[in-house]
């Protein structure tokens, strides 16, 4: 069964799907706004649980874009919209989600001992840097703390 739509309509001329469009767009955005937030603090203050939480989103993001990428392939194939709609949405998520786990844990397999080491280090010695306690050859980083971030 297909929608009332004329089927000689495109699915990118149709207003429901732009609105999806928009609505992705706005999330999109959103989501890189609070990725560039979270790797530019300073004071690196974030916490395991933000981390894991922009980690989930980034999979849901490019899940839900992958997912209207697959709408636009699968338009003239699938005639009920409704069904391509949660087709490509399931199928977009489930494969985004599992490509990421797989290429993060593939990545991370991979590493040596060494650069494993050294980005545990760098990530333990970032707030001790910020506050001056470092010296990079025979010189002080800074010579006090890091002033804070102004904002919210």
């Known amino acids: 069964m297909r929608s ?9 001329a149709q207003p429901w799907f732009l609105f999806l469009l928009a609505c992705y767009t ?6 890189n706004h ?8 300073l004071q ?35 005639r009920s919209r409704v069904l391509l709609l949660v087709m490509c949405c399931a ?12 290429l993060v844990d593939t990545i991370v397999a991979r590493a040596d001992e060494q650069d494993l080491t050294m980005s545990w280090k760098s990530q333990m010695s ?3 840097a910020l506050n001056g306690l470092i010296l990079l050859r025979g010189e002080t980083l800074l ?4 002033p804070q971030r102004y904002g919210p």
């Open 4 to 12: 009332p739509t004329p089927q000689n309509q495109a699915l990118n």
């Open 26 to 31: 706005v999330l999109e955005l959103s989501f």
């Open 34 to 41: 609070r990725l560039l937030e979270l790797a530019g603090d």
């Open 44 to 78: 690196w203050n974030t916490t395991t649980v933000q981390l894991n939480d922009i980690e989930i989103w980034g999979r849901i993001v490019s899940g839900l874009g992958l997912a209207l990428l697959l709408m636009r392939w699968l338009d003239n194939w699938v």
């Open 91 to 102: 199928l977009g998520l489930f494969s985004m989600w599992h490509v990421q786990k797989a």
């Open 126 to 128: 970032t707030q001790q």
């Open 143 to 146: 010579t006090s703390p890091a």
